[in-house]
């Protein structure tokens, strides 16, 4: 006579997975009717955005009931690195929106929502600022094909982009230019912070428009200096002042250009990263104050949108 297989602990609540096993690093659960793979990552991870690395681990398989899910509790590849190569993260970067027509600096809404709608199609994750950070400070893993979304814009942002990242439920993040702030075609403060409490993500963009890396012509060091600091402390400053919030990240203004010196004001002032407009993919090994960001121009047709998004260095096609 055959021995009776061990009966399966109950879950304390109705319709959750019941977890069967657990090993150092993993769990074993069996899904329930109705679960989802962001709903085991809410339940084990304490984070929704881990659904798609928990879906890798279990090749994509499509959930059901009784169906055995494993859950890797910690990193299993931190940096994204295979025999092959190493995972890069884009970060794209727009500078405003348009409900009519684009040109170079502005991406009219309907490219702007096919190009969402491609990266949901590919199966890509958005990924939030500090998730970024925590790849590239090797803490934690990222999905395979992950990407960022951040923002310089005018009022443009408001009225198109941020309906359309709602629609998706895609993170993204402000870099607010103070100096633009109810200006001409810009953002009025009550905008930003309506956006900022509906989870738009607000940081640094600096007060004007001046390149940190370079003098000016016939200014001293001392002026150069004052000017560095003006630029990162006062708009760190006025956007606490004015919604509350203490920015940790910030993109470089003007062409995106940095050096050491402007580096170590940043990290005097106290933020954790800031980022270049040098395109390309981000890998873990990259300095988290030299963060690239790719411009995505309203030029852009869908393929060009796609070449954009690399999330792989192949090393050895080399």
């Known amino acids: 006579m055959g021995q009776?297989?061990?009966?399966?602990?109950?879950?304390e609540k109705a319709g959750a997975a019941v977890q069967l096993q657990s090993q150092e690093g993993f769990k074993?659960?069996?899904?329930?009717a109705g679960d989802t793979y962001a709903a085991l990552a809410t339940r084990y991870l304490n984070d929704p955005g881990q659904a798609n690395l928990v879906a890798e681990f279990n090749d994509n398989r499509e959930l059901g009931p009784g169906r055995d899910v494993i859950i890797p509790l910690k990193a299993l590849s931190f940096g994204g690195i295979t025999p092959e190569g190493y995972q890069v993260v884009?970060?794209?970067?727009?500078?405003?929106?348009?409900?009519?027509?684009?040109?170079?600096?502005?991406?009219?809404?309907?490219?702007?929502?096919?190009?969402?709608?491609?990266i949901k199609d590919q199966g890509f994750t958005v990924v939030t600022l500090n998730q970024l950070m925590d790849f590239l400070n090797m803490k934690a893993s990222l999905p395979a094909k992950s990407v960022a979304i951040t923002m310089d814009g005018g009022r443009g942002v408001y009225d198109v982009a941020f309906p359309v990242l709602k629609k998706f439920g895609y993170p993204a993040t402000l870099f607010l230019r103070t100096d633009r702030v109810g200006a001409k075609g810009g953002l009025t403060w009550d905008q930003v912070r309506e956006m900022n409490k509906q989870g738009l993500d607000v940081e640094c963009g600096g007060m004007t428009d001046r390149?940190?890396?370079k003098?000016?012509?016939?200014?001293?060091?001392?002026?150069?200096?004052?000017?560095?600091?003006?630029?990162?402390?006062?708009?760190k400053a006025l956007i606490k002042q004015k919604l509350g919030l203490d920015c940790k990240y910030l993109?470089?203004?003007?062409?995106?250009?940095?050096?050491?010196?402007?580096?170590?004001?940043?990290?005097?002032?106290?933020?954790?990263?800031?980022?270049?407009?040098?395109?390309?993919?981000?890998?873990?090994?990259?300095?988290?104050?030299?963060?690239?960001?790719t411009a995505i121009p309203g030029t852009y047709r869908l393929a060009d949108f796609e070449r954009n998004v690399t999330v792989?260095?192949?090393?050895a096609k080399r």
């Open 4 to 11: 009776t297989a061990p009966e399966k602990p109950a879950d």
């Open 28 to 32: 074993v659960v069996q899904a329930q």
């Open 90 to 118: 884009p970060v794209l970067a727009y500078t405003d929106f348009s409900s009519g027509e684009s040109d170079p600096t502005t991406v009219a809404a309907s490219d702007f929502e096919q190009q969402m709608q491609f």
């Open 211 to 213: 390149d940190l890396e």
């Open 215 to 235: 003098y000016q012509r016939g200014e001293s060091f001392d002026a150069y200096f004052k000017a560095v600091e003006n630029e990162v402390a006062r708009s």
């Open 251 to 293: 993109a470089y203004p003007g062409r995106g250009g940095t050096n050491a010196l402007v580096i170590e004001v940043l990290k005097r002032e106290g933020f954790q990263g800031a980022f270049t407009m040098e395109r390309g993919g981000n890998p873990f090994f990259i300095n988290t104050y030299r963060v690239g960001r």
């Open 312 to 315: 792989f260095k192949n090393e």
